[in-house]
């Protein structure tokens, strides 16, 4: 896996861009080596919005795009539902790519 995290209206300090990595490390075990991962750090200055604190992730992957958007009041707190949301997409996009292939095998069989 291949992370990239960016800043928008937002300064990447190393530790947000290492609790980042630590955080999206699960998905290392999922992902190729190869894959590109980019998460987008965002601050909303509008203060009548209580979480303004915005992260943002998209996976390329072999055939279809992930992309996972959460927002809380903390930049980490934030950075956890995106790294839970994306767990869950790759994890069902797994599943879905190898139950196509055990359908197949199965038709191809009979």
Avoid: C, F
Wanted: charged share 35%; no cysteine.
């Amino acid at each position: 896996m291949q992370l990239e995290v960016k800043g928008r209206n937002v300064s990447v300090t190393e530790s947000i861009r290492t609790y980042a990595e630590r955080k999206l490390a699960k998905l290392d075990k999922q992902l190729k080596e190869q894959t590109p991962v980019e998460v987008q750090l965002v601050e909303e200055k509008n203060p009548s919005i209580a979480a303004n604190q915005i992260a943002e992730g998209t996976i390329w992957l072999k055939g279809h795009v992930l992309h996972a958007k959460a927002a809380a009041p903390d930049m980490k707190a934030a950075i956890d539902e995106l790294a839970e949301k994306l767990a869950r997409q790759v994890k069902e996009a797994r599943e879905k790519r190898s139950s196509v292939y055990k359908r197949r095998a199965r038709v191809t069989e009979e």
